[in-house]
């Protein structure tokens, strides 16, 4: 079994399901309200766990209660960790508007996902040297982030990042990477910019590919995904055989599938047709953690696709 290692955050997600959000100045009534634990990072190491990788997850919590929940469901999930402790902030948060078609706003407070120090980030390198694959996204910080991609890239392991959320003046940062993957907005971000039309997508990767990554996976929500790199740009249609419920997580169970796709040594092509299943089922089902499909269940959908195109 291949190894991988996700290095990302990890939050408390609030969620509160609304018709619709609040213009400004106007208070909206919440349907219902959850809790339960969420984050970037933790969300793909379980996508990965339940799509069959071997996987660590190292991230970083507050002394609080969040963190005790957070070890309960790594252990549940049978993932290895090492979690760093803050001495003075807490374990991440986010809060989550979910309106009544499936999309979603979240804004997050990054509390101990912020503060990796250079100790942290020295001692994490010998899990780093003993991976795979090293899977990481942007919500921890930025020192983590860069330290982490040196090591990997000094011991020619291959490296994702899923580049959310995004920050201007960052590119630099991928010089050494395998495949960046943002969605739409994010792409926007990277680049300094306040939307990309259609037409300018595969241009727009191509700024991205300039700094050194290798390849960018552009996700599109419901159109699907774009693949680019310096030879090609192919583009992937979403699955529309489900009803979206919740979008929140989808694009964490689309990342950690294709990485661990590729573990399992299938081609890009089928790795990205393999993450797309994964980022369907993962709309149908409310929350995001507890939204991530497993292995069966993607490989079930799967069948039931190539069954139904040969009647």
Avoid at 151 to 180: E, R, T
Avoid at 202 to 218: D, F, T
Avoid at 235 to 263: I, K, N, S
Wanted: include cysteine; charge should be negative; hydrophobic fraction near 45%.
């Amino acid at each position: 079994m291949k190894k991988l290692m996700v290095l990302g955050s990890v939050n408390m997600d609030i969620t509160l399901q609304v018709h619709r959000v609040p213009a400004a100045g106007e208070c909206l009534t919440a349907q219902w309200v959850t809790r339960q634990v969420g984050g970037k990072g933790l969300n793909q190491a379980v996508a990965a766990a339940r799509c069959g990788a071997q996987v660590t997850y190292v991230g970083k919590v507050g002394a609080d209660a969040a963190a005790d929940e957070i070890r309960g469901i790594l252990e549940k999930e049978r993932i290895a960790s090492r979690l760093y402790l803050s001495s003075n902030q807490p374990t991440g948060s986010a809060y989550i508007m979910l309106e009544s078609t499936g999309q979603n706003r979240i804004i997050v407070h990054g509390g101990a996902n912020q503060g990796f120090n250079g100790q942290d980030i020295a001692d994490m390198e010998k899990t780093i040297g003993e991976q795979d694959m090293l899977l990481m996204q942007l919500e921890t910080n930025l020192e983590s982030v860069s330290g982490a991609i040196a090591y990997a890239a000094k011991q020619h392991i291959p490296i994702i990042v899923d580049a959310g959320p995004a920050k201007p003046g960052i590119l630099p940062l991928f010089s050494a990477v395998d495949v960046v993957s943002p969605n739409e907005t994010e792409l926007a971000t990277l680049l300094g910019r306040s939307e990309i039309k259609p037409i300018d997508r595969m241009a727009a990767c191509h700024e991205i590919l300039r700094h050194g990554a290798k390849a960018v996976l552009l996700k599109l929500g419901s159109e699907g995904a774009l693949w680019v790199t310096q030879e090609e740009a192919i583009p992937y249609p979403a699955y529309r055989g489900v009803q979206a419920v919740d979008t929140t997580g989808a694009g964490d169970a689309f990342t950690a599938a294709f990485a661990c796709a590729l573990l399992d040594g299938k081609s890009t092509d089928a790795a990205i047709r393999y993450a797309t299943l994964a980022g369907a089922i993962a709309v149908t089902r409310p929350g995001a953690l507890h939204s991530m499909p497993t292995k069966t269940e993607i490989e079930a959908l799967n069948d039931k696709i190539h069954s139904a195109e040969q009647i």
